[in-house]
Structure formats: C-alpha cells, structure tokens
C-alpha cells in the first residue's frame, strides 16, 4: 500500500466511522427526547423525578460529536501529509515503516491518550440494562449520565486531536528542514516523530483544557457508576439480593471490629522500653513467630 | 519531500536480520516459562501475619555485621518485589550480601472488603506490629526502617510518632512536600502532582464511593500517561529490538510481571493519600493527623537516610528533598541516583552504589543493644 492509498483508507474509515458515530447519536437522542416528551404528557406511565434536560443533553452531545467529526477532518489531511515523509524502503525496515504508520494514525494516538477514558468506560458501563419501563427514573438517570460521559469524552477528545494536529505539524515543518541530503533514514524518522509527538503530549497533559476536560470526563463516568448502582440497588430491594451498601455495612463494621481489636492487643503490651529480649526457645524463629500468632488468633475468637 | 532509497543488497540483508530476530524471539518465546520469569525469589520466611498483611524474615546470605535489623516498607501503590526484581539487579540480596538482618512487609491484595482501612490503620496498626515483631524477635527497642515511595511516607510518619522505637530511617523515593514538583517544573515530570490538583476534593470523595478502591488498573492508566509515546512501542518496536537476547528478553518479562502486578488501594486510605498528602499537603506542614496524633516532622531526631533519583518522574526530587529542613535530626544525609524511579532498584549503575551507601549509613548507627 502506497502513503497516499494508506492516507486515503484512513481517511474514509475515520469519514464513515464519524458519521455514523455521529448519525447514531443523533438518533438515540431523538428517540430519547421524544419519549420524555411522551411520558411527561401522559401518553406513557408518568415518570417520577423524571430527569428534564435530556434534550439539553442531546444537543451537548451532538455539538461535542460534531468538534470531533471537524478535528478527525483535519487530522485525516495531516495524516495523509505525514505519510508522505517516510523514507521509502525495500522491505528491510518494513517493522519500523509499519509502526510509523501505525504512530502517525490518529487512533492509535487518542488510543494511548484514551487509556484512562477506557478503564472508566469499563468500570462503568459494566452492566446493561434494557427495559426502559421497569424502573424509569432510575434508568433515566443512568442514561443521562451515560450521555454525560460520551459528551465529555468527545470534549477531551478534541483536546487531544488538537495536540496530534500540533505535533504532525511541527513534525511536517522539522522533516521540511531534512530534505535532501539530509533526510533521515526509516528508524530515524520514527525517532523523530515518537520524539515529537511525546514533547507535544506531554506539553498537553500539563495544559488546563486537557486537565479540565479529564476532570469533568472523570466525573461523569463515576456519576454514572453511582446511577447504575443505584439502577441495581433497586434491582436487589426488589428480589431480596444484598445490596453493594449492605455489604458496604458489613465491611465497615469488620473493619471496626479488627482495629478494636489491635488496639486492644496494644494495649495489653509492655511499653516498648520494657520489651523483653527475645527467648531462646531453640526452635527456628520463624516457626516460632506464626504459631504464637496462631495461638493468639485462637484467644480471639 | 526527498525519499532515501535503499539498496536492494542492503535491503535483503536487512530483512534478513530481521527474519533471524524475530524467528530467535520465538523460539525464546516459545521455550520460556513462567518460572523463568519468577521474580522476588530471595528466600525468606514468613514471620507475622494479621488480617491479609504478612511480614517476612529474609534467610542471611552473609554473615551479619549490622545487629539492628532493617524493615523494607513498601507503599499501597505497587509492590515491594521491585526492590527483589531478579538475582543481578536486587536491592534485597545486596543488602543481605553486606551482612543485614532484613524484614519485607507484604500489604496483601486489598480488595472491595478493605475499602475503610485508613492510613492510620496501615500505619499505627499493621506497621507498628510489625515493628513489635522484630524488635520483639531480634531482642532490641528500636529497629531500622527503609521506607519506599508511598511506604517511605508511612515510615517517616511512624518515626515522627514513634521516635524511640526507630533507630535510623532510610527513604527512598519518597514525596514529603507534594507541591513541590513546581520547583524545577520538568515537562513530563510531577504528572501526578498536577493531574490530583486538577480534580477535587469532591471528586476523589465521589469515585472511591463509586469503586470502593483506588484501582490498580487506573493508576496504571495515570502511570502510561506519564510516557504516552513510550507506551505506543513498547510491544512492537521495544520487544523486537530485545527479542533475540535470552538475558534481555527475561529482564524485559520480569518487569512486565512487576508491573501487572497492580493491587488496588484501599478506599479510604486512597482519600486520605489523595486529599490530605496530594492535594492539601499536610505532611509538610506538620498538619497531617493520624489517629488523631499530629505527625510532627520535628520529632524525627534519629539519623536519616534520603535517597532520591535524578529524573524521577513520579516523584521530582524536590519532593524528597524537603524533608530535610524539616526534621528534628541532626544527622540528615542525601543520595542522589542517577536515574528514574524504578532505575534507583534495577539500574546497573544503583546496584554498586545505593545498598553499600545503606550499609555504611546502617553500621555507623548501629547499636544492637539498642
């Protein structure tokens, strides 16, 4: 695959993948908006503490949708340019020339910078639910809160596809300066890219959008987790299943209940200026040491 | 844009090369085990346990010349087998081979059961019996404390607490002032200094009551984006460069094995880590509390030890460095390593440095009759 067919695969993924990130969203929130609508006039069960602003939501996230569709614009023209700078090889590097190409594709970038976007993403989308007239409120709120988190996501994501696009273009203006002579071999223009692209990282990661945007992404993923808890809790009421803050109660109180303990058993010790040196029992130490402990762990039960 | 041109000779060769690597990387691959990749293999014994914390007793691999033993302490975040990574790069073994009696405390693996330990309980509850074990064990009132990251942090406050009850106190990478990554201002490093200041108080609260714990996997997360690019060719470029070297390819497994190895932090010590140390600083002020007891820098009157990294980027120097204008001592010692954080253990050129710099620090304070 030549730079520019490579530039151009990438470019209608990402084209056909926006849109139709973008199109679903679109749909979810309209179909969302119009069934609170529906609900608050009566037409379905009404819903109790019904949350109002979905429809707010949506248009939120629609604009966060389309700042990203116009970022991944731009970022698929920088990359075709990029492509273009790789030295050609005849199959000896072909390692290093896959891994530049793989490093100058956007997605691997917001892949790494995305990392904590997904470990969130896991802990909170865990479970699924699909009845929306079960339990409405509380599902309502967790919807919302699911829009939250994508809304805020596509928010930190356009702060992140804006550094790649500063970094492609200092890397475009540094291999300009190379031409010729001069042009770096395979290894050496990965070398470059990987350092300028961690420069421009880093520099961004340091920067009030990108904390400010990871905060609120933070946020709203543990808003829906605590929504989803609350969805499940009811869930657990309902059937008689303990419940995360039953269990909560009872780790608490063990918790209690051994420091008690420990202090207790400190309490019972000498003061340290009085410990005695240690009896020579002739058994090995170690030995020694955990059968007492045992044998204190029997006392207390 | 001018295009280099490789010959086809050269190019055949070098896909050759290639060829060989990746073909010897297999097989390597192929043939290695997990026991091959084992790692904290010194041999010890365990000794105490309460609740899921173990304190374990390393067997002597020389004879002993300091009579007052030492407490390796690692931290919540991470696990003390760094400091025992493999046999040729072990601050354990080295230390065992100049003679030091040596004691590990293992934190266990937290899990959503042990979301209310506090600091206070891992410090003046699971640490000080620890402490009472050895100095009950080795017959002596104070022993010697090596603290480590987050575990230097509960040595200092221990020793600040206890002070007749620590003979010396050794630091290794440890933050003291948590705002102190301004000082130098590095790019790429403090990240997690500034990354706490960008969320609040609130929001810590808000996502331990959410998770319970403080994820492995998510400091994990916060740890990559300290090196977001080095992360991107760590398993392709990085592993093919090593991938026909036996020695290297075991080192490079071995550190991915410490490395997943992730414990989750308990909630509500994580708070406190967060809130009281990362964002209000208060162990530098002397404002931090613990069971209700003020940790007073200024009680720190035994000799110390501080042993910090160049480049660390997780703990900037500066935050070590504080301690001393702080503590009562009057024998307040630095090291500086080059290096990162993890160099300071597994760096070729810390392996003939920081152990005998310990050892030399242990022996001209040692009184085994305490």
């Not at chain 1, 959008?209 to 829906?224: D, G, H, K, N, V």
């Not at chain 2, 354990?92 to 081979?97: A, T």
């Not at chain 2, 990085?238 to 991938?243: F, N, R």
């Not at chain 2, 460095?321 to 702080?326: I, T």
Request: proline fraction near 5%; glycine fraction near 8%; aromatic fraction near 8%.
């Amino acid at each position: 695959m030549t730079p520019s067919d490579y530039a151009k695969a990438v470019a209608g993924f990402w084209t056909a993948q926006g849109q139709a990130f973008l199109k679903a969203q679109r749909q979810l929130g309209k179909a969302l908006a119009e069934g609170a609508t529906a609900m608050a006039s009566g037409t379905l069960p009404s819903m109790p503490e019904m949350p109002t602003d979905l429809s707010a939501s949506v248009a939120d996230l629609a604009t966060a949708g389309q700042s990203v569709m116009e970022m991944w614009s731009a970022a698929t023209a920088m990359c075709g340019k990029l492509a273009t700078t790789f030295p050609t090889a005849d199959g000896g590097d072909a390692t290093v020339e896959a891994t530049f190409r793989k490093m100058i594709d956007p997605r691997s970038w917001m892949a790494s910078t995305g990392e904590i976007d997904e470990v969130l993403g896991r802990m909170a989308d865990a479970p699924r639910f699909a009845d929306l007239w079960e339990v409405e409120r509380r599902y309502a709120r967790v919807v919302q809160a699911w829009m939250n988190v994508r809304r805020r996501g596509l928010e930190h994501s356009v702060v992140v596809l804006e550094a790649w696009l500063q970094a492609g273009r200092r890397f475009a203006e540094d291999m300009a300066g190379r031409a010729g002579a001069d042009a770096p071999d395979a290894k050496a223009t990965l070398a470059l890219w990987t350092e300028t692209a961690n420069r421009q990282l880093l520099e961004t990661q340091r920067s009030e959008p990108f904390l400010a945007t990871q905060a609120a992404m933070i946020r709203a993923s543990t808003e829906l987790r605590l929504a989803q808890q609350e969805l499940v809790e009811h869930f657990g009421r309902q059937y008689g299943f303990p419940t995360r803050t039953e269990l909560d109660d009872v780790h608490r109180t063990v918790t209690e209940l051994r420091r008690e303990i420990r202090a207790m058993r400190r309490a019972q010790q000498l003061p340290p200026s009085a410990t005695p040196p240690a009896a020579s029992t002739g058994q090995p130490p170690a030995t020694q040491s955990v059968r007492r402990q045992k044998t204190k762990r029997k006392g207390t039960r | 844009m001018a295009k280099v041109q490789t010959s086809a000779a050269n190019a055949v060769s070098e896909a050759a090369k290639l060829g060989t690597k990746m073909l010897t990387g297999g097989r390597l691959l192929q043939a290695m085990r997990d026991v091959d990749v084992e790692i904290a293999t010194t041999p010890k014994d365990l000794v105490w346990r309460q609740d899921k914390v173990s304190l374990f007793h390393y067997r002597p691999l020389a004879e002993k010349r300091i009579g007052v033993p030492v407490l390796i302490c690692y931290g919540l975040v991470g696990r003390w087998t760094m400091t025992d990574l493999q046999e040729d790069r072990s601050l354990v073994r080295n230390l065992l081979n100049l003679g030091i009696d040596l004691y590990v405390v293992d934190w266990g693996n937290p899990s959503r059961a042990d979301r209310y330990l506090t600091l206070d309980d891992y410090i003046l509850g699971y640490l000080d019996g620890c402490v009472a074990e050895i100095a009950n064990r080795a017959g002596v009132k104070r022993v010697n404390l090596l603290g480590v990251c987050e575990g230097g942090v509960f040595t200092t406050a221990f020793a600040a607490l206890e002070p007749a009850r620590i003979n010396t106190l050794t630091l290794t990478i440890t933050p003291i002032d948590f705002h102190a990554d301004t000082v130098e201002d590095r790019p790429g490093h403090g990240f997690i200094n500034i990354w706490t200041r960008s969320i609040s108080a609130e929001d810590v609260d808000r996502f331990i009551d959410a998770n319970g714990n403080l994820p492995g996997e998510f400091m994990g997360a916060i740890f990559n984006q300290m090196s977001p690019i080095r992360s991107l060719l760590k398993y392709n470029l990085d592993l093919l460069e090593i991938a026909d070297d036996e020695t290297r390819l075991l080192n490079w497994l071995r550190m991915e094995k410490w490395i997943a190895d992730r414990p989750d932090h308990p909630g509500e010590a994580a708070k406190q880590w967060l809130k009281d140390l990362y964002q209000q600083n208060k162990l530098v002020r002397n404002e931090w509390e613990l069971e209700g007891r003020l940790v007073d820098l200024g009680n720190i009157r035994m000799p110390v030890l501080n042993v910090y990294a160049k480049d660390d980027h997780i703990i900037p120097p500066a935050t070590s460095r504080a301690l001393g204008p702080k503590v009562g001592s009057s024998e307040y010692t630095e090291l500086a390593l080059a290096g990162g954080h993890i160099g300071v253990f597994v760096g070729g050129r810390s392996q003939a440095l920081f152990a005998p710099a310990v050892a030399s620090f242990l022996e001209r304070h040692d009184n085994s009759r305490g």
